[in-house]
């Protein structure tokens, strides 16, 4: 009775463990016959996911039943629970159950307690959490870099990964998605491999294709802050028609203008030390702290806080599927004189 408890607010991360597992379990051949994907959100597919799970798998390879929006750790009723708890002991050693949430598993409900139980003693069975880093948690965005790396069978060192988090934050799809070009183009320069078979992502490589970009997009940055909308409207559109990401670029500039308003804030408060000051934000190199004072300097909270809205509103809107130029453009050029000089 194989359980693979999957949960966390970090989508992308959680996705590729569960295509990792799907890839490694299920006969491509026989997957229509072996893979259900169930809306947890309907009580009824719940209910079908514990019959379904019940039965062995059709040819060759292992069944998957996997359910999305899982309410067996979260929101569990009682009719449900009790068939959990009658299902769980049918199911076959070939057969298994991806239970996938967005939030912690509720500690305190029964169904939680036998799953996890299901789970310690079965050595087929796992519990991940994927969890996304907030802003000011410098470690733990270390942390998710490091483990995408050796998800990749990458080697990377301390100050690469320190800079990929300034190029790219916590976004754990760009990450992914970066790392691999970094690979390939690691891999086109030279056959720099270690005894374990890792290849090696240099400073030299981020700097090259990441922060190049970045830069680019720092530079959008500052002329938003300067209210040059026009300027900046034009650069956004030149880097979008190079190929830059667009999620990467809103992730760069909603990142610049949350330093902003970090650094506005706890100037505000009397608070001098740059160390304190880095650690807080997020930045590994507490020298750009003197950087953003003066570029901040005569710009009040309410216009770095105007700014932030806007960006995080077009993060939204491109998340949403909306033209990213389009997003830019609509939000950017409305009551953009919130963003001049006083």
Same mark, same amino acid.
């Given at each position: 009775?194989?359980?693979?408890?999957?949960?966390?607010?970090d989508?992308?991360?959680?996705?590729?463990?569960?295509?990792?597992?799907?890839?490694?379990?299920?006969?491509?051949?026989?997957?229509?016959?072996?893979?259900?994907?169930?809306?947890?959100?309907?009580?009824?597919?719940?209910?079908?996911a514990?019959?379904?799970?019940?039965?062995?798998?059709?040819g060759?390879?292992?069944?998957?039943?996997?359910?999305? $929006?899982?309410?067996?750790?979260?929101?569990?009723?009682?009719e449900?629970?009790?068939?959990?708890?009658?299902?769980?002991?049918?199911?076959?050693?070939?057969?298994?159950?991806?239970?996938?949430?967005s939030?912690?598993?509720?500690?305190?409900?029964?169904?939680?307690?036998?799953?996890?139980?299901?789970?310690?003693?079965n050595?087929?069975?796992?519990?991940?959490?994927?969890?996304?880093?907030?802003?000011?948690?410098?470690?733990?965005? $270390?942390?998710?870099?490091?483990?995408?790396? $050796?998800?990749?069978?990458?080697?990377?060192?301390?100050?690469?990964?320190?800079?990929?988090?300034?190029?790219?934050?916590s976004?754990?799809?760009?990450?992914?998605?970066?790392?691999?070009?970094?690979?390939?183009?690691?891999?086109?320069?030279?056959?720099?491999?270690?005894?374990?078979?890792?290849?090696?992502?240099?400073?030299?490589?981020?700097?090259k294709?990441?922060?190049?970009?970045?830069?680019?997009?720092?530079?959008?940055a500052?002329?938003?802050?300067?209210?040059?909308?026009?300027?900046?409207?034009?650069?956004?559109?030149?880097?979008?028609?190079? =190929?830059?990401?667009?999620?990467?670029?809103?992730?760069?500039?909603? =990142?610049?203008?949350?330093?902003?308003?970090?650094?506005?804030?706890?100037?505000?408060?009397?608070?001098?030390?740059?160390?304190?000051?880095?650690?807080?934000?997020?930045?590994?190199n507490?020298? $750009?702290?003197?950087?953003?004072?003066?570029?901040?300097? =005569?710009?009040?909270?309410?216009?770095?806080?105007?700014?932030?809205?806007?960006?995080?509103?077009?993060?939204a809107?491109?998340?949403s599927?909306?033209?990213?130029?389009?997003?830019?453009?609509?939000?950017?050029?409305?009551?953009?004189?919130?963003?001049?000089?006083?």
């Amino acid at each position: 009775m194989p359980i693979h408890l999957i949960w966390g607010d970090d989508y992308e991360g959680s996705n590729r463990e569960i295509e990792g597992i799907i890839q490694t379990l299920i006969d491509p051949a026989w997957k229509s016959f072996n893979y259900s994907q169930i809306d947890g959100n309907d009580p009824k597919q719940n209910f079908r996911a514990l019959e379904e799970v019940q039965s062995a798998p059709l040819g060759n390879g292992n069944r998957i039943v996997l359910v999305r $929006r899982s309410p067996f750790c979260n929101a569990c009723s009682i009719e449900l629970a009790n068939k959990l708890e009658q299902t769980i002991k049918l199911i076959p050693d070939n057969t298994y159950l991806i239970l996938n949430n967005s939030n912690k598993p509720d500690k305190r409900l029964k169904t939680t307690k036998l799953i996890q139980k299901s789970i310690q003693s079965n050595p087929l069975s796992t519990e991940k959490s994927f969890v996304l880093p907030l802003p000011w948690d410098l470690n733990g965005q $270390r942390n998710l870099v490091k483990n995408i790396a $050796r998800n990749l069978n990458l080697k990377i060192n301390h100050a690469t990964i320190d800079l990929i988090v300034e190029s790219i934050g916590s976004d754990s799809s760009l990450i992914n998605t970066e790392l691999q070009k970094l690979a390939l183009l690691s891999e086109a320069s030279n056959d720099n491999l270690n005894t374990n078979g890792e290849q090696e992502i240099t400073k030299n490589l981020v700097e090259k294709l990441i922060q190049n970009n970045s830069t680019n997009a720092l530079d959008i940055a500052s002329l938003l802050l300067q209210g040059e909308i026009i300027i900046a409207l034009n650069k956004i559109k030149s880097l979008l028609d190079s =190929g830059e990401p667009s999620l990467r670029l809103i992730t760069t500039l909603t =990142g610049q203008a949350r330093g902003w308003l970090w650094v506005n804030l706890l100037d505000s408060e009397g608070n001098q030390d740059v160390k304190e000051i880095a650690k807080l934000i997020g930045i590994a190199n507490p020298k $750009r702290i003197f950087v953003i004072r003066k570029q901040i300097q =005569g710009k009040s909270f309410e216009k770095l806080l105007g700014l932030m809205k806007k960006l995080l509103i077009i993060e939204a809107l491109i998340k949403s599927g909306t033209n990213p130029m389009d997003a830019f453009k609509d939000n950017l050029l409305t009551e953009s004189k919130i963003m001049t000089n006083s």
